[in-house]
């Protein structure tokens, strides 16, 4: 069964950072891109930011740039999400989520979705 | 970046009926388009891609259709588990990917 598994998520003060992981499994994660997508509490969703499959290539959202940055271990089937300069409106749950192909295929949609882990920031 | 737009935000439906969803895009997507469904307190759930095949396990009463700019999702005979938020996405211009605000089935 294809899994992932997020967690990291806390409270954190406004301008402090947070580092989330999202664990895989069940598939071969080093030939998969890997997303990250937000839901602000009743809100609907925001993409957050793609890793290519060997890690070389990432884009981000406008307004995540140059705060977060995307990382992968392949060796770990683990996925990163570092999270610097936070603000009030980065509070959400973020779920981590395949993309629906391996490596450059155009089958772009994100299937399956983790469970989410919740970040608040607040003082 | 492409906007999506999806209407009704609310629709109230009678289990057993037949539910309509709209999606529009403010620039053609092509086929590139995928609709989840989300359950409260649950991650999103892939329903169809490409606008009309599908996803694995996603009962026939479930269908997509449309491109271009203008989309639907179709839920042939409502079943008590079908009520929730549904999304549309396109992912045929990116970064970034988008989606639309969301549609709430609820029970009528």
């Known amino acids: 069964e294809v899994q992932l598994v997020e967690s990291g998520g806390g409270l954190v003060q406004p301008g402090g950072s947070l580092r989330l992981s999202c664990a895989a499994s069940?598939?071969?994660?080093?030939?998969?891109?890997i997303n990250w997508v937000r839901q602000a509490p009743g809100k609907g969703l925001e993409w957050v930011s793609i890793?290519?499959?060997?890690?070389?290539?990432?884009y981000y959202a406008d307004s995540v740039k140059g705060r977060f940055t995307v990382s992968r271990d392949n060796s770990k089937n683990t996925l990163y999400l570092q999270m610097n300069s936070l603000r009030a409106e980065d509070t959400a749950v973020y779920y981590c989520?395949?993309?629906?192909?391996?490596?450059?295929?155009?089958?772009?949609?994100?299937?399956?979705w983790g469970q989410g882990t919740l970040v608040t920031v607040s003082s | 970046e492409i906007v999506m737009t999806q209407s009704p935000a609310t629709l109230s439906v009678s289990p057993g009926e037949r539910a309509t969803l709209s999606c529009r895009a403010s620039?053609?997507?092509?086929?590139?388009l995928a609709w989840y469904q989300q359950k409260p307190g649950q991650a999103p759930r892939l329903l169809i891609y490409g606008a009309s095949t599908r996803a694995t396990g996603i009962p026939a009463r479930f269908s997509g259709s449309g491109s271009g700019t203008e989309f639907t999702l179709t839920i042939s005979s409502l079943q008590s588990e079908d009520f929730a938020v549904y999304f549309c996405?396109?992912?045929?211009?990116?970064?970034?990917?988008?989606f639309g605000q969301g549609t709430k089935l609820e029970i009528k």
């Open positions: 620039q053609s997507v092509s086929s590139n």
């Open positions: 989520a395949k993309k629906g192909g391996e490596y450059s295929s155009s089958s772009r949609w994100f299937d399956p």
């Open positions: 069940g598939f071969t994660f080093r030939t998969y891109a």
């Open positions: 996405q396109q992912y045929n211009n990116w970064p970034p990917y988008t």
């Open positions: 890793i290519s499959d060997s890690g070389s290539i990432t």
